[in-house]
């Protein structure tokens, strides 16, 4: 996916992903997040760089086989890197707003240990 794409899902998000960056933009959780942000062949909806945290707010489309299996892959992946994922419906993010917000707050505060190198 090229910057030409990044920059059209930027243009083009549906009413969740509007009403998530709506709470998540201005540091309005304490932390700044980007959004359609690329991270290795994947564009991720929302990530807070800081804490290696990623927001999904998923369609219809990801709860068939394929999507499935496609968001497994990348969820695994992004894990190897360092970042945790967060996976909401986007009919929970319209419907439960509140809750969404809170679950990512509590997230962003969890506390993050790096492993100590094996010798």
């Not at 910057?3 to 009403?19: G, P």
């Not at 709860?63 to 986007?90: H, K, S």
Request: proline share 2%.
């Amino acid at each position: 996916m090229g910057d030409t794409q990044t920059r059209h899902l930027r243009k083009s998000m549906t009413d969740a992903e509007r009403r998530l960056w709506s709470r998540l933009r201005g540091n309005a959780l304490g932390f700044h997040f980007r959004r359609q942000h690329r991270i290795g062949i994947y564009v991720a909806d929302f990530v807070c760089l800081e804490r290696q945290l990623v927001v999904e707010a998923d369609g219809g489309q990801h709860n068939w086989r394929t999507g499935l299996v496609r968001d497994g892959r990348r969820t695994a992946w992004l894990n190897t890197v360092g970042y945790d994922v967060l996976r909401f419906w986007n009919n929970d993010v319209l419907l439960k707003t509140d809750e969404i917000i809170e679950t990512i707050w509590h997230e962003l505060r969890k506390a993050r240990y790096e492993l100590p190198p094996i010798d």
